[in-house]
């Protein structure tokens, strides 16, 4: 190497820059350099990452991933609404949410949610320190963290949780202290906390918890944290494909740098974990994919997406004040009453796609009116039925889900029918059957869910008549009054026929869940995929929105982070 001189000094003695290295530990190589005059020395140290490389790719949940225009969005005089790139969905904040929605009418909803006019948006916020210009946990820049795909998704959503998970993963080290090599800061408290089982766990899954040794995997391997972003107005089985590229995409991106990276682990949150069993069957991907942990999947759908067609997000119990505000800013944002939600979501299958499916609640029917005398007057889907024929595209019933009058608030020329709305069901039913057909779980599935009394959530729905009606006469009835923008007001309607008429009243949650989705219909449909000791945890004191807030009850993320420990030592046969 060249000599190098020290400034103003040109008879100092100097000697050639050297660089020596060793095997530090499992995971790193370490090498210190001199470049320095003889008798001022200073020892650089570098520190090569793991050979392995194993990425987390996160899938959010519907709402959760960045939107903006990808055309120019028209209205019904064909003027220019929307200029393409401007962003349509961004959830950097509640406050930030609450400006942008909270005074929008019925015709922006359906202008701005067109499953074929929009893209992800990789604009969203990334929180960095004032001073250190980095992340709070992971310690990452914001170019970084733009690269990992983190600004495509919530900040207010996942954003700290993205952040922490990082930390976790990719900070622990050994150094040298002492003479001898000793777990660093974060992996000896790592090592303290980590050895016991999530909260809730079932049974045998995992059974045997993790040790200190077990910990030490995350030595062995590099664990970068992405963030994959969807567009969750179209049907999951294109989002699903579009993460199997995505997979494909990030595995070369790491192993053209000359490291080993064949697989990634999945970490999903309600419909992602759609979107991730889409990817894994119909996608092609399952092979290259460690395992899965899937966060509240709706694995058979939600009755609740019913409710908030027919009546909105207005009106459903709320949990404590600081609850209480943000359910009423999310309700006003993602629509309070019916007439805002379904010119939203009707026309879009990666909403509709949330609906229970033909094996919701093992089957049985979960849609009932009952008079005041407790006379059962209709009780669907029937045994063995089909309930996108009996319920979802039901027009004649004054209980329908869809209501035609609602669709087409901004007079859009083409589209926005009652066709459309039925291909719309059409290709939720087909993702449905397709997915369950193609294998439904990946093979190493590890899970979380609400199953808390204190959450409850709509695994049935009834409308209860203020009066006794006859069967005939319930055929009859019809809407005398539209719910207005009051966020009650669709959970009681008033129905009319000729100078007769009953109040038509929503029922409330009725079974432990997360608030949104009910455990025992839907969420527990994933506990036949976890194996013995795969990670099964099911939670209290959180709602579905919050399963992986690092400030709450919930112990999603533990879960997780415990699922993935658990995935690299099945991959790694450690």
């Known amino acids: 190497m060249a000599n190098q001189i020290a400034p103003n000094d040109n008879n100092v003695h100097v000697r050639e820059a050297f660089a020596e290295g060793w095997q530090a530990d499992e995971k790193c190589f370490r090498f210190q350099s001199c470049a320095t005059p003889e008798g001022r020395t200073s020892i650089s140290d570098g520190l090569f990452p793991a050979q392995l490389v194993v990425p987390i790719i996160f899938v959010p949940g519907i709402m959760g991933s960045n939107l903006k225009a990808k055309v120019d969005i028209r209205d019904g005089y064909n003027n220019v609404a929307i200029k393409s790139q401007t962003p349509i969905w961004r959830v950097d904040g509640t406050v930030s949410l609450a400006k942008e929605w909270i005074n929008r009418k019925q015709d922006q909803y359906q202008l701005r949610f067109q499953h074929d006019k929009v893209t992800v948006d990789d604009g969203g916020e990334i929180e960095v320190g004032d001073k250190t210009k980095r992340t709070p946990f992971a310690g990452l820049t914001e170019t970084q963290a733009r690269d990992l795909g983190w600004g495509t998704v919530s900040a207010a959503f996942y954003g700290g949780f993205l952040d922490w998970l990082d930390g976790q993963l990719n900070s622990h080290k050994r150094e040298l202290k002492g003479g001898t090599w000793q777990d660093n800061s974060t992996l000896t408290s790592f090592k303290q906390t980590a050895t016991h089982n999530p909260m809730g766990v079932v049974e045998g899954k995992p059974g045997k918890p993790l040790s200190p040794d077990d910990l030490d995997i995350l030595l062995k391997t590099d664990n970068p944290v992405h963030a994959f972003g969807y567009n969750w107005l179209q049907s999951n089985l294109e989002s699903g494909k579009a993460l199997a590229k995505f997979i494909d995409k990030t595995i070369h991106f790491y192993a053209d740098t000359g490291r080993t990276c064949d697989k990634v682990i999945l970490?999903?949150?309600?419909?992602?974990?759609?979107?991730?069993?889409?990817?894994?069957?119909?996608?092609?991907?399952?092979?290259?994919?460690?395992?899965?942990?899937h966060g509240v999947m709706p694995t058979d759908g939600a009755a609740a997406t019913y409710k908030r067609m027919v009546s909105g997000f207005g009106g459903e119990p709320t949990h404590g004040l600081d609850g209480w505000i943000k359910d009423w800013i999310g309700s006003k944002a993602l629509g309070p009453t019916g007439d805002y939600v379904t010119p939203a979501l009707a026309l879009n299958a990666g909403p509709l796609e949330l609906l229970p499916n033909a094996r919701y609640n093992a089957g049985k029917p979960w849609l009932r009116v009952v008079d005041d005398g407790g006379k059962v007057l209709t009780e669907l889907p029937k045994a063995g039925g089909d309930p996108y024929a009996e319920i979802?595209?039901?027009?004649?019933?004054?209980?329908?889900?869809?209501?035609?009058?609602?669709?087409?608030?901004?007079?859009?020329?083409?589209?926005?029918?009652?066709?459309?709305?039925?291909?719309?069901?059409?290709?939720?039913?087909?993702?449905?059957?397709?997915?369950?057909?193609?294998g439904d779980f990946h093979p190493v599935t590890h899970a979380h869910y609400g199953m808390d009394n204190g959450h409850r959530a709509y695994e049935t729905i009834t409308w209860y008549l203020s009066k006794e009606v006859d069967a005939e006469r319930n055929t009859r009835l019809q809407r005398e009054h539209l719910p207005n923008v009051e966020p009650l007001t669709g959970m009681d309607i008033y129905l009319r026929e000729g100078d007769w008429g009953v109040h038509a009243k929503l029922s409330e949650p009725d079974a432990a869940g997360d608030g949104t989705v009910p455990a025992k219909a839907s969420?527990?449909?994933?506990?036949?995929?976890?194996?013995?000791?795969?990670?099964?945890?099911?939670?209290?004191?959180?709602?579905?929105?919050?399963?992986?807030?690092?400030?709450?009850?919930?112990?999603?993320?533990?879960?997780?982070?415990?699922?993935?420990?658990?995935?690299?030592?099945?991959?790694?046969?450690?």
């Open 392 to 438: 979802y595209l039901e027009q004649d019933a004054w209980w329908r889900m869809l209501n035609e009058e609602w669709l087409n608030p901004a007079k859009l020329q083409a589209g926005n029918s009652f066709d459309d709305y039925g291909k719309a069901v059409g290709r939720a039913k087909r993702f449905h059957s397709t997915v369950q057909t193609a």
């Open 267 to 293: 970490v999903t949150h309600s419909m992602g974990g759609l979107v991730a069993r889409a990817a894994c069957t119909v996608g092609g991907a399952g092979d290259k994919v460690a395992g899965v942990f």
């Open 523 to 574: 969420a527990m449909t994933v506990d036949t995929a976890v194996k013995d000791g795969q990670v099964l945890a099911r939670g209290t004191g959180y709602s579905h929105d919050g399963s992986f807030d690092l400030a709450g009850k919930s112990e999603g993320p533990y879960a997780a982070l415990q699922a993935i420990v658990r995935v690299l030592k099945r991959e790694l046969k450690a």
